[in-house]
């Protein structure tokens, strides 16, 4: 096992700069998610890190080792994409042994290190068989296996579970998440899904056009936003962003003021976008922020109440049953110590 360091990384192909100075640290043993929209440039990380891309600035130390210049195969890493790539003429005992005998280790351990792979990971009734003959789900447990039999520094995760139904994508996350608890090796995984980041990750990477907009647990990020990007990404649903004036410690919206209890960095006069979170907005008579719901979605344990206010959409999450039906005039009471303000020019946090 060993840490990853990237620091100031770059990236161009040709004039187009696609990543932008990244730094980030990847402690030993840590499960790391590089997450963000498409094109924001985490694949292209990730490759770099592989040693599937050049690097056109900056460094990537694995260990104590700069790898910039150091080839693939010799980086001690095994990637898991999000294809697979499985050998479709091997079975599946010769695609987790493929890397082991490209190196000549002896048969003995090959066949230990496949059987404790398959053992972990429930392969053991599909070692004879072809890819063709087994499940997505199958072939992706293949695919781990076949990193996990290299005994890497550091495990390198493609979307790799993108080609899945939903039903499997939830399994699959919570075993790659407990495979991870066992064999405690330094991981990267990239998605664009913050569910997978959300629950799978020890330390989560946003990152948007090349750069990293923000570092930190899961929480940290859901609790703490720096901007209304991460605040619009990080959460499902997503932050509601309601336009208003900061007066006097609180946000006016429309003719309601709204007391803010965290304090903020905010001028009087100054635009402002005032944040909550979809479970922090409470049906309630006599709230503050009266709206009207336009669409209900029952989702079983929650409900979730799409509603418009002066024109601007709102999302609030419901544990109980509800009775109302579009249309419907509704009075949100939001919870004022879980409220965010974001700057309306910039984007930023205003939080002290």
């Not at 210049?69 to 003429?89: T, W």
């Amino acid at each position: 096992m060993a840490s990853v360091a990237i620091e100031r990384v770059e990236k161009a192909f040709g004039q187009t700069k696609v990543i932008r100075g990244v730094d980030v640290g990847i402690d030993d043993g840590e499960f790391c998610v590089l997450v963000g929209p498409s094109g924001c440039g985490k694949s292209t990380l990730l490759r770099m890190i592989a040693g599937l891309e050049e690097i056109s600035g900056g460094q990537i130390r694995i260990g104590d080792t700069v790898v910039n210049d150091v080839p693939p195969k010799e980086r001690d890493i095994a990637m898991v994409f999000q294809n697979y790539a499985l050998y479709p003429h091997m079975k599946v005992r010769e695609n987790m042994a493929f890397a082991l005998m490209l190196a000549k280790r002896p048969q003995s351990e090959i066949d230990k290190r496949v059987g404790e792979a398959a053992a972990i990971l429930g392969l053991e009734p599909y070692l004879d068989r072809y890819p063709r003959q087994l499940s997505g789900g199958q072939r992706q447990r293949v695919a781990m296996g076949r990193a996990i039999v290299r005994d890497p520094q550091v495990f390198l995760f493609d979307e790799p579970l993108s080609n899945l139904d939903a039903k499997l994508r939830v399994q699959m996350r919570t075993e790659i998440k407990a495979l991870h608890q066992r064999l405690k090796t330094t991981s990267i995984y990239v998605t664009h899904d913050q569910i997978e980041a959300m629950t799978m990750a020890d330390k989560i990477v946003v990152m948007r056009d090349g750069i990293v907009e923000q570092t930190g647990s899961p929480l940290q990020l859901y609790d703490n936003p720096v901007n209304t990007f991460v605040a619009g990404f990080i959460g499902s649903p997503a932050m509601n962003l309601v336009a208003g004036i900061w007066e006097q410690g609180g946000v006016k919206v429309g003719d309601v003021h709204i007391a803010v209890a965290r304090p903020m960095r905010a001028d009087n006069g100054q635009k402002v976008l005032l944040g909550s979170r979809p479970e922090h907005l409470t049906p309630a008579a006599g709230g503050a922020l009266g709206a009207r719901v336009e669409v209900i979605e029952p989702t079983g344990a929650d409900t979730l109440l799409m509603c418009s206010l002066g024109g601007q959409e709102l999302t609030v999450v419901v544990r109980d049953r509800v009775t109302l039906r579009p249309g419907d005039p509704v009075q949100l009471a939001p919870e004022l110590d879980k409220l965010h303000v974001f700057d309306a020019a910039s984007g930023r946090s205003l939080a002290a």
